[in-house]
């Protein structure tokens, strides 16, 4: 969908207009053909648009303007960690000795960039309480997977051939059945209580010798930090399975409370959320994977460690589940990561948590008077509403999330976690100001205000985008992959 204004790249196309100028060619053209294996080259040309350069820039910065992101206004995505990402962690991404390395280089042209990837997996594992960390993995959802195959691996190698099944709660985030059934495994639910916690009974019930793992979040997505974690590990290793912490989003525990000292045996973090990677639009992102020592001799190779005063690959790793990604994760991610660490400093992590949860707990305090809340609680890092006091006067969640669109505030998460009725789900980091968080509150509260005195300016939002209600269904099914002129 699109309207006048805003002309299609293609629209603006006009025949032999180039954005580029080269130099004439004074070297040999090469044939292509002699290049790549028969099959393998085109045989019309490109269907591309054909514009000046002066012409991307205007179609693109006129896109962005458009565009909801970080930089334009608060985006309290639940799950998402959608915090700030300072400038700094670009400005030494770009670096010339870190931006024009190259992957293949010899271990002793590179041991700054290598130092600094020890010394991150080193943070890492003083943060998680983790023996060892992998920085291969290159998102949370890969990080998952890859924590999973290492637990496969550790079973096989113990001859533990029938643990089939990974436990989930029914609060998990959606990456975390997908990737046990990509690692081969089979997925078993557990239930929550009323409480928003793990049911005991219920894990104690479902688990046993087919047990591969149990995955878990603490605090889980609904913010509620499961109080009983020591004996929920307790029960899973009685059984021999292993406990799975989902650490995407750390900035609930960080400097606080660590997912090792809580008896979990795998953790992947998200360095995008937590610790300020840039997100969204599919990434790169880095999801590193720290271990407890039995599961040590199986994680991907090489591994980065230090012999004397030397910082090298170590490929010799009988028992490794093989490489994971190429090369050594995304570096530049990294970099950023350790950047953000180290300029944070230990304080500056520690008061990161406590904003973080103050933020949201100040935050579903004056909503709740005008909204549901399913679990009366401190939460952590973010917290649920219900928009079920809403839905039964005409007005449905999804309803409210566009009216926010025309506040200019990028929409909660709404409809996840499941267990909850018209959820909304609300993270606001700890680097928005008091006044960013009121006058978020305040149009929350101005719009359950209108659900009751004028609910179809909400059915009917948003109405000051470009773009009203799209068919979401439809544009990720049938995506349009071709322009074709009408
Ligand atoms: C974001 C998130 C993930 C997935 O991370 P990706 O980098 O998007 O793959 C997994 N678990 C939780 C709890 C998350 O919030």
């Not at 799950?79 to 931006?99: L, Q």
């Not at 060892?132 to 051939?161: C, K, S, Y």
Request: with cysteine.
């Amino acid at each position: 969908m699109h309207n006048q204004d805003q002309a299609l790249i293609f629209e603006s196309s006009t025949p032999d207009r180039i954005g580029y100028s080269l130099p004439e060619m004074d070297v040999q053209e090469l044939d292509l053909h002699s290049l790549l294996p028969e099959g393998y080259l085109r045989e019309e040309e490109a269907n591309l648009p054909e514009v000046s350069e002066l012409d991307i820039m205007r179609h693109y910065t006129a896109l962005s303007k458009r565009n909801h992101g970080l930089d334009s206004g608060f985006y309290p995505l639940g799950s998402c960690t959608m915090k700030y990402n300072p400038k700094i962690n670009e400005n030494v991404a770009r670096f010339n000795g870190f931006a024009h390395l190259h992957p293949l280089q010899d271990e002793s042209s590179v041991q700054g960039a290598l130092e600094l990837l020890y010394d991150l997996q080193q943070h890492l594992i003083e943060i998680t309480g983790m023996d060892e960390v992998t920085l291969q993995p290159a998102a949370g959802a890969h990080g998952e997977w890859t924590g999973l195959m290492l637990i496969r691996a550790f079973h096989e190698a113990n001859g533990d051939l029938n643990r089939t099944k990974v436990i989930v709660p029914d609060s998990a985030h959606g990456t975390n059945p997908a990737s046990a059934t990509i690692a081969g495994f089979d997925t078993i639910t557990v239930k929550s209580t009323d409480q928003g916690l793990v049911d005991l009974e219920d894990l104690r019930r479902v688990v046993g010798e087919d047990t591969a793992a149990l995955m878990l979040t603490n605090p889980n997505t609904l913010g509620l930090f499961e109080e009983h974690i020591l004996e929920i590990a307790e029960i899973v290793h009685d059984a021999g399975g292993k406990i799975y912490y989902d650490g995407a989003n750390l900035n609930a525990v960080l400097s606080k409370a660590r997912p090792g000292d809580m008896g979990f045996d795998v953790v992947h973090l998200n360095l995008h959320k937590t610790f300020t990677g840039p997100h969204g639009g599919g990434g790169p992102g880095s999801g590193p994977v720290g271990v407890k020592a039995d599961l040590i001799p199986f994680l991907p190779k090489p591994i980065i460690s230090k012999r004397g005063d030397e910082f090298v690959l170590d490929y010799d790793r009988p028992q490794s589940i093989g490489r994971v990604k190429p090369f050594y994760g995304n570096f530049g991610i990294n970099v950023r990561a350790y950047t953000y660490i180290r300029s944070m400093g230990p304080d500056g992590l520690k008061a990161v948590t406590e904003y973080a949860v103050l933020n949201a707990n100040y935050m579903m305090r004056r909503l709740a008077e005008h909204y549901d809340l399913p679990f009366d609680k401190h939460c952590k890092h973010e917290f649920v509403l219900s928009g079920k006091r809403q839905k039964k006067l005409g007005v449905r969640t999804l309803d409210i999330a566009k009216r926010l669109l025309d506040f200019g505030y990028h929409p909660p998460t709404i409809y996840f976690p499941l267990n909850v009725e018209e959820c909304i789900m609300i993270e606001p980091t700890e680097t928005e100001s008091k006044e960013t968080l009121d006058s978020f509150v305040d149009i929350m509260i101005q719009i359950a205000k209108e659900a009751e005195e004028n609910p179809e300016v909400v059915q009917e939002a948003p109405h000051t985008t470009v773009v009203g209600r799209l068919d979401e269904t439809t544009a990720a099914r049938k995506p349009i992959l071709k322009y074709q002129k009408a």
